[in-house]
Each structure stands twice: as structure tokens, then as C-alpha cells.
């Protein structure tokens, strides 16, 4: 196998060993998100799979003799001679240096999206329980109460009917 061709294997192995699948499937909401990362898994695993096989074996060595009985050494020569001079270059990698740093300063944006989702969805399920807490007490409630919890609002029914202020 060429080397590049075996670097390529090894990153990619090397990758999906790192990527925590599981933790990204908990923190999906829905069910659509849930299917579209179980199919891009999927394909993910496909990938891997065929660079594991088809780019981790050596090519079988031609055996020039079996050609050279059933075609005629001259011609066979001629081709083991074009097969040999081939070089295949080796590969330098000249866009990940340019795009390292872009990639690393999304990363810390992504970091900073993630930390500030979390707050807000933090946020959003206490004020849910808040809601559902209400609900429940809302049939119950007296508008004393009510006021108790939300003293803003006291104030400003209290402005309304002191300005002789009901609405139209």
C-alpha cells in the first residue's frame, strides 16, 4: 500500500475512535435530528469500512511470467517496463496549513455557542416547570397569590387603576 494512501486509513480509523457518537446522540431533541445522525453514522461507518479494506491491503504482485506464455514476452516486457517507470508522486498536504486556523477558531466558537446553548436551555426548562407548576396551581390560585409570585406585574394592574387607565 502506498504511504498515503495508509495515512489516510490511519486517520480516519484513528477518528472514529474519537468521536463520541453516543454523546451526541443524547443531546438530538428530535426525532428528525435522531434519524438524520443515524443515517450520517451509517455512512460514516460505510466509509470507514472501505478505507479499512479496500486502501489497507498491498496490491497483489503481477506475475509476468503467467502473461508472458499465453501473449509473448516482448509485448510483456514492454508493459513490465511502462509499469515499472510509473512514479506515483507523493502528496503534500498544502491546504491544511491554510485552514488549520480557521477550523481551530471555529472550534472555540463552537465551544462558546455550546456553553451559551446550554445556559439558555438551563434557562428554558426551569421556566418550563415553572409554567407547568402554575398550571397546575393556576384552577386553585387566588390573585394574591398570583401577584406574590409576580410583584411586576402588581405594580403595574396597581399604576393602571391609580392613572383611571382600563384598557380603552
Known sequence: MSGTGK???DVAFKASRTIDWDGMARLLVSEEARKEFSS???A???VNSTLQTKFSQEPEPIDWEYYRKGIGSRLVDMYKEAYE???VPK???KVTPEY???FDALLVELKEAEEKSLK???RL???IAEVQELKKKLSTMTANEYFEKHPELKKKFDDEIRNDYWGY
Open 85 to 87: 517507470s510509473i512514479s
Open 125 to 127: 426548562e426551569k421556566e
Open 40 to 42: 450520517l453514522r451509517r
Open 7 to 9: 495515512k489516510i486509513v
Open 44 to 46: 460514516f461507518d460505510e
Open 120 to 122: 439558555e436551555s438551563e
Open 100 to 102: 488549520k486556523p480557521k
Open 91 to 93: 502528496y503534500v498536504d
